[in-house]
């Protein structure tokens, strides 16, 4: 047997056709959960929701889902080996015998050093906390920022509500907000299962990126072609990344279910 362990991550999607109400009450009776532990699968937000698991058990619980009519993850645990091969059984799994999953992301494995162990997630937990209160308190001031610039250049006697340079510097402004809201969300989801979600740092990396492109001056460049090249290949093998983390997902469901 491989010795290559997963993760299981379940984010609220449900395959085409699938009734929201209907897939909740599956997923509840499948694996005898709790309402507050149903709200908390389905609240749109990734969820850890089985660790180290072998290839075998990944594939019973993703079938074990896609009965109920939701889409979950497997990813490899610690970033090493494959996405399991589907199992060769597709008759449908009884409650009896799939295991509990760990809702809310946080397994609970005997540790040699507890008291360590705890004093290091609370530490890690402190830390995440302040630069999620951090964080919204710079996404505030950019929000008033923002404000601030657009009242200026709206009361501003040049003869137009805004210029060219104007619209640019608004627009940069947004996307400065946007970034801040995607990083606090990224805190906030590493808060709830610690785990970080690629996906989501991937999407930053664009929007910073885009930015980028849109306040681009390039006075001052020492080689404005070789500059813009540059952006135009890290832009490319970023939103590469992120299209092939979509495709593994859309390639893992079709074997699975398929």
């Known amino acids: 047997m491989s010795a290559t362990r997963f993760d299981l991550e379940f984010a609220g999607e449900l395959t085409p056709g699938t009734d929201p109400g209907q897939a909740r009450a599956r997923v509840k009776r499948l694996f005898k959960l709790s309402d507050e532990a ?15 698991i072998d290839s075998a058990l990944a594939s019973r619980l993703h079938a074990a889902f896609a009965q109920a009519g939701a889409l979950v993850r497997i ?9 399991p091969a589907p199992s060769d059984q597709h008759e449908s799994p009884a409650p009896a015998d799939l295991p509990g999953l760990d809702p809310f992301g946080i397994a609970k494995p005997k540790h040699r050093h507890p008291i360590l162990h705890a004093l290091f997630h609370y530490f890690e937990r402190s830390l995440a906390f302040v630069l999620l209160l951090l964080i919204a308190g710079v996404s505030v001031i950019a929000l008033i920022e923002l404000c601030f610039i657009l009242y200026q250049d709206l009361v501003s006697t040049d003869g137009f509500l805004l210029g060219l340079n104007e619209l640019f510097e608004v627009f940069g402004m947004f996307l400065i907000v946007l970034i801040a809201v995607e990083l606090m969300a990224s805190i906030y989801m590493y808060m709830v299962d610690k785990s ?7 999407l930053i990396a664009i929007t910073a990126l885009a930015r980028k492109v849109v306040v681009l001056d390039l006075e001052g460049k020492g ?3 070789m500059y813009m090249l540059g952006m135009a290949a890290l832009l ?12 593994l997902d859309t390639s893992v469901y079709r074997r699975k279910s398929g």
């Open 236 to 247: 490319a093998t970023l939103i590469g990344g992120y299209y092939l983390m979509k495709r």
């Open 223 to 225: 080689d404005p072609a």
């Open 75 to 83: 990813i490899p645990a610690g970033g090493e080996g494959l996405t």
């Open 38 to 52: 149903v709200a908390q699968l389905f609240s749109g937000t990734p969820v850890t929701v089985k660790r180290g």
């Open 196 to 202: 970080v979600h690629v996906e989501m740092m991937l």
